[in-house]
């Protein structure tokens, strides 16, 4: 795009030139070595001050304002096919720095987010549960240790999931099962409740984690002499062998007590007695007792 060089367009010099009253000569067609090269096609130099002069060039940029949004202009040395250069401000492009640059273009929001393209820079919204310039950070829910009772918190999206461990229920695993809920405990055992178990109390009489085993209170073998044992509830009794008494079948029944032999000296045995006769008597040696 060629561009009429002049018309009055003017390229501006500030340069130091010999000293006061010093007269400089410049003519169209002259080339201002030194500064920019470029061929003068018109244009007037004047003492500024003692030290300086004043040159004026045709100049692109100072007439037409070309370059926008801030960018700064330079007259190109060769006006063809673009007489001047316009240099951006950072996140602007084009010629005329007239574009500006969409940084959303290369996607740089993650996980979802929303880039909004600004100057020079982008923004991201991130959707719930992600943070981050870019939106990279998974926010993790499981920092305030929001789970209960031990509990192994699991972060996710916007959320977090509470692993409870056994004997805990609910979202923060905030809740003691109540295992006592069923009733286990059998035989008017009383429960109470444990974490992840239960504890039963026991009536009398009977054992067991649910109370469930009557006791055998003749494990213990309490019926002596060959006695029979039956267990009760809490309590046993003993079926004794003829010949003895007792709760525990632990008395030999002394069948002398009632002096059963007349003439003689009694001894007692088991379930009987023998009668040892004075000199001179006879008669039954021994008399078992017979116990139904
Ligand atoms: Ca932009
Ligand atoms: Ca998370
Ligand atoms: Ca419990
Ligand atoms: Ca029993």
């Not at 316009?86 to 880039?115: F, K």
Request: with cysteine.
């Amino acid at each position: 795009m060629p561009i009429p060089f002049g018309g009055g367009a003017q390229f501006q010099y500030i340069m130091s030139f010999g000293g006061t009253g010093s007269t400089l000569n410049i003519d169209s067609g002259d080339t201002l070595v030194g500064s920019v090269g470029v061929p003068f096609a018109g244009g007037s130099a004047a003492n500024d001050d003692a030290n300086t002069v004043i040159i004026r060039i045709n100049d692109y940029c100072y007439s037409y304002l070309p370059c926008t949004n801030g960018a700064t202009c330079r007259n190109n040395i060769n006006p063809d096919p673009i007489p001047y250069l316009c240099v951006c401000l950072p996140g602007y492009s084009g010629v005329n720095c007239q574009t500006n640059i969409n940084e959303c273009a290369s996607s740089p929001c993650q996980n979802g987010g929303t880039c909004t393209d600004q100057i020079n820079k982008y923004v991201c919204t991130c959707p719930p549960g992600y943070s981050g310039l870019q939106c990279q950070t998974n926010i993790n829910e499981c920092a305030s240790a929001p789970c209960r009772n031990s509990a192994t918190c699991i972060d996710l999206v916007n959320r977090f999931n509470c692993s409870c461990v056994a004997g805990f229920v609910g979202v923060l695993c905030q809740t003691n099962v109540n295992e006592c809920q069923s009733s286990p405990c059998t035989n008017g055992g009383s429960c109470s409740d444990l974490v992840n178990s239960f504890s039963c109390t026991c009536v009398a009489g009977y054992s067991g984690t649910r109370c469930q085993t009557n006791i055998n209170e003749c494990a213990s073998n309490p019926c002596q002499f060959g006695a029979t044992c039956t267990d009760y509830l809490n309590s046993y009794f003993c079926t004794c062998r003829p010949g003895y008494s007792g709760q525990n079948c632990e008395i030999d029944i002394d069948e002398c007590f009632s002096v059963p032999c007349v003439e003689g000296t009694c001894h007692d045995q088991v379930n009987g007695y023998t009668c040892q006769c004075n000199p001179g008597y006879t008669g039954v040696l021994w008399y078992r007792l017979f116990l139904f």
